[in-house]
């Protein structure tokens, strides 16, 4: 099974607003990322998770919050978000992060910020 | 720094012709590539990944894709495109040891019947 799951899969909030994204995956990796996507546009990388621990924070304004609670668990929280953070946001996994296995992209999380 | 550049943000093609995709990669160590699909208002699928073992990699759904050393490239191909090939293909790269993907810009494919 080379599945990876979010939820939920589509997101409307408000500037005001605190919610999560969730990400599960149960194939044994040891690495989680979360990528950001804008319309016609490649994913752009925003953090690595190596052995549960952050290993890369591509520059991710602090309201995005990531948490890897477990080794199949990753979180994306978020708080007072702009419009402009509206986007796809996927989380993949990877067999070992010291190496470059191929990554398994889950379906994303379409959010909308109003 | 490593870069990916795929050639073309649009491609055309007739069902039943081929399909071409150009990815040209910038480095100077060969770099692990990848080929990924993204159907519309989905995640990324790998179609293909090209690792040093073998220069013409065979994916799923009948693509494969060459690594040309010499020419920097790792073109993808199709030989007879069907309309469910109608999507987004993204061409990446990551160094050898190591887990941080560089995308090209991507190259959507349409069908036509």
């Known amino acids: 099974d080379t599945e990876v799951t979010q939820t939920p899969k589509h997101l409307v909030m408000g500037m005001t607003n605190k919610k999560s994204l969730k990400c599960e995956q149960h194939?044994?990796?040891?690495?989680m990322y979360w990528y950001k996507q804008k319309a016609k546009k490649p994913p752009e990388l925003m953090f690595v998770y190596s052995y549960e621990k952050l290993s890369i924070n591509e520059s991710v304004p602090s309201r995005f919050s990531p948490e890897c609670p477990n080794s199949s668990l990753l979180n994306l929280h978020l708080h007072a978000l702009q419009p402009e953070d509206s986007a796809l946001y996927l989380c993949?996994?990877?067999?070992?992060?010291?190496?470059?296995?191929?990554?398994?992209f889950g379906p994303g999380t379409r959010l909308t910020v109003t | 720094a490593q870069s990916v550049t795929q050639l073309g943000s649009h491609v055309s093609v007739s069902e039943g012709a081929l399909v071409l995709l150009r990815c040209n990669y910038s480095s100077s160590v060969p770099p692990y590539l990848f080929w990924y699909v993204q159907y519309p208002n989905q995640g990324l699928q790998l179609l293909l990944k090209y690792t040093s073992a073998a220069t013409l990699v065979k994916g799923i759904n009948g693509f494969e894709a060459e690594f040309k050393k010499s020419e920097t490239s790792f073109h993808l191909t199709k030989p007879s495109a069907h309309m469910s090939d109608a999507a987004e293909y993204f061409c990446a790269a990551s160094k050898a040891a190591g887990n941080k993907l560089t995308f090209g810009g991507g190259t959507r494919v349409l069908v036509k019947p």
């Open positions: 194939m044994g990796h040891r690495a």
């Open positions: 993949a996994s990877s067999q070992d992060p010291t190496a470059s296995y191929e990554q398994y």
